[in-house]
Structures are given as C-alpha cells and as structure tokens.
C-alpha cells in the first residue's frame, strides 16, 4: 500500500523527467533540433484550431453542393477554403464529416485512443480522453446527450461515430433557426467544438 | 478491443456516474503540465518529420491504454492520459531506433523519395 502511494505521488515528476530526457537525447543525436517541437506545438497552437472547423460549417450552411462534397470527400472540400496548409500526417488526411439533419443526430468519440480531428477541431477537450466518457457514449449515447443537455426529439436517431486511425469524424451541426440571411463569419461565430463533437447543438442566435 | 462496461461506476440511485468534467467544464486548458504539452510535440514531431508512420504511434497507445484497462480496479493505477502517451513514445522511438548509433534521419537517407 505504502509502495503504491508514493508510486504514485512521483508519477507527475517522473513522467516530467522522462520527458524531458528523451527530448534532450533526441536533440543530442541530431534526430530533432531544440527548436523542432516549439514549432511543432506553435503551429498546433495558432494554425489548428476550431475555427478550421467553424468556417467550414458556416460554409456548409450556406453553400449546399460544398454541403454535398463535404459529406462524400471531405478533404477535397476542406481543400476549397482557404485554411492552414494542413500537415500531412497531422491526421488531417483522414478527416470525415458526419452532417446532423432533421431526425439524425450524430456523436463522435473514439473508444480506442482519442483519435481526433486536430486540424478542425484542435486539441481535444481532456475529457473526451475519459474513458468513462468514452464507453458510457457508446453504450448509452441518448443517455449521455441528455445528461448533457442536448435536447433530441424521442424519435430522433443517434448515429455514434467511432474515431480511428483512418477515419477522424467530425460533427457539422444543423444550422439554427433565425439566422437567414447571416454572413459566414457571423454563423461561425454560432459553432463550438462541443457542437462539431456532436455534444451540443451549434448556439442559438440569441446565446451568440 | 470491446468495451467492458462492468467497470462503470454508479451511483446511490443505480444511476451511471458521469465523470463531472464531461459536463461542467469544457474549456480547461488541453494540457494540465508542460510536459504533457512537449510529450505532444515530440510525437507529432517525430511523426511529421518521418521518423515513423502515425500509426505506428498510435498502435503503441491503444496498447498501452489496452493493457491499463485490463488491469482490475482496485489494482490498477489512477488514469493518466499522458502517461500512456508518454509510453507509446518511448516504445515508438525505441522500436524504431532512433537513439541507436548509426540511425540515419529520414532526409539523409539514400531511398528516401519524397519531392
């Protein structure tokens, strides 16, 4: 028990050093430089955000063939908008849109391993790595939705999108009511990563 | 790899707990260390860079959170993400040999042919 305990009051720094030791011998052999994984992490930071993914929602609402290429090739109706270069490898190669329609709902999770869509959606929330989460949403996802809030019609189907290593899904939400005539840029405004997870619906124009 | 929903929790009422973060913060920042953050970088840096196939990285996560899961409860260490992330980096880089003398990176190799 004892043994146990401290095992895991140095878990934190131990990971911490392996960490960094790793990166230094890395740099030490000439396999990276030591400004390799701050551009790394800078790109991510500034280049991979939800707003890829806001953008090509509001584009989708307002534009129905963009609607149409989306569903059948994502990556080539990405490849439309004027966004970041993507990195290839960044998994952005095996981005899938799954479009909410009147009666269909979708959710995205990844039972597996956190699988997700980086360069639409960025980093993910931390508790979409929760393993609870992630098997109560396969197991139970009206439960889950409801639990956080999503109102859906009795009658509405459920279609729970499972994350791999070839297919990252992401959520475009239906778009609300009240908004004819809005710009893209004030539509995106109206998207959250939760809504393009498939956890929440897109705002309403009155919560914008 | 199935989901084994035996190790659900459940409350006074029989009524699955949902872990509290799920629902009531969203916006807490990514990463709850630096190191979390440079494990990150060095993954998808590696990978970017061509040291490995993405997949070859993730193959080593879902195992090492595969055999987390297997473990009972009560005898298994509290969940870390970022521990297992940390792991599979190891194992990737180790398999891979990157810290092995002689390891030629991917651009100063002769049959490299990207371009």
Redesign the interface.
Known sequence: MTEQFS??AD??PA??A???A??A??IE????TDT??????GY?ESEMTPLNGQKIVARAWVDPEFAQLLAKDTPAAIAQLDLPEG?????GEHIAAVLNEPGVHNVVIC?????FPWPVL??????Y????????A???PR??LS???VPLADDTEIRVWDSS?HSRWFVVPERPAGTEGWTEEQLAGLVT??SMIGVALANQPSAA | ?A???S???YDDEGK????S???T????P?F????Q??????A??????G?Y???DF?RE??AS??SW?EVPDDER???????HW?AA??KV?ERHG??EEG?V?PEDRDDHDDH
Request: proline residues 3%.
């Open positions: 095992y895991s878990r934190e990971s911490a392996q960490v960094r790793l990166e011998l890395l052999k000439g396999v990276i390799t994984v701050d551009k790394v992490l991510f990195m290839a490898g960044a998994e039972t597996l391993c956190s699988c960025g980093l993910p929330p931390y508790w790595k929760d393993p609870v989460f992630r098997s109560r396969a197991r139970e439960v889950v639990e956080l809030g290593g990563t939760e | 790899m989901i084994d929903v190790k659900l929790s699955v707990v949902f872990h973060s799920c629902v913060d969203t916006n807490q990514k709850d260390a630096e190191w953050r440079r494990a990150f970088g060095l998808v840096g590696l990978s970017e860079f040291h196939a993405w997949d993730q996560l879902i959170i595969g899961q260490s509290r969940w870390e993400y970022y521990e940390v980096l190891d880089v990157l810290l390891y990176n």
